[in-house]
């Protein structure tokens, strides 16, 4: 079983800054990719950011330059880095891990998701 804990949601002011922390527990070989997602009301979820196991990363248009995505291997955590908040990023943000769970076998697991909300 596998556990991915999100930590560091709240509530900012536009213009604040945010750090979110994913740690990834339980039975498995190794983490692969893994990522940042939200889910604004109404909308789609959608991905924010990724980085592979080397440390290459890639973002969505809208956070580039504002939102750094970091990864620990030894502590099986994934940052993200949230700066120049705007009201338009107030979401529910997912954690995604890709595991490699047995050889051969990879799974795809979430995390129950950390709200942040920017006020105006």
């Known amino acids: 079983q596998v556990q991915l804990v999100e930590s560091g949601g709240g509530l900012v002011q536009a213009g604040g800054s945010l750090r979110l922390s994913c740690a990834v527990s339980?039975?498995?070989?190794?983490?692969?990719?893994m990522g940042w997602y939200r889910q604004a009301p109404g909308k789609q979820r959608e991905l924010v950011a990724a980085?592979?196991?080397?440390?290459?990363?890639n973002y969505a248009d809208s956070v580039k330059g504002r939102f750094t995505i970091s990864r620990d291997n030894a502590k099986n955590t994934v940052y993200l880095q949230t700066n120049s908040l705007k009201p338009e990023d107030t979401a529910v943000y997912y954690c995604?891990?890709?595991?490699?769970?047995?050889?051969?076998?990879?799974?795809?697991?979430w995390g129950q998701g950390t709200l942040v909300t920017v006020s105006s």
């Open positions: 339980g039975s498995f070989l190794d983490i692969n990719d």
């Open positions: 995604n891990a890709n595991l490699r769970v047995r050889i051969g076998r990879y799974v795809d697991a």
């Open positions: 980085i592979t196991r080397g440390g290459r990363s």
